[in-house]
């Protein structure tokens, strides 16, 4: 999952110019909104790796910090 969504931020970076030529549309923002929530899931499932050795369900439990942290990033995402 991790090798697959950083293949994802990577291809939304590389194609940011060449699909939202102004950095301020929404569109733009949108991408990069999307990019910070893949990252994330990047970051858990980075994490995740070493804990896997340690524990296998805490590994899969850890996981759930999903949940949580897209959600801060969706209140992020709505505040002023």
Do not use: Y
Not at 6 to 21: A, F, S
Not at 42 to 65: E, R, Y
């Amino acid at each position: 999952m991790a090798a697959i969504h950083t293949v994802h931020v990577v291809l939304l970076l590389l194609t940011q110019h060449q699909v939202h030529q102004t950095a301020s549309s929404p569109g733009a923002r949108e991408r990069r909104r999307f990019g910070a929530q893949l990252a994330v899931s990047v970051t858990i499932f980075v994490l995740s790796i070493p804990l896997a050795f340690v524990s296998t369900a805490a590994a899969m439990w850890f996981w759930g910090a999903l949940i949580p942290a897209h959600h801060l990033l969706r209140r992020r995402r709505s505040a002023p």
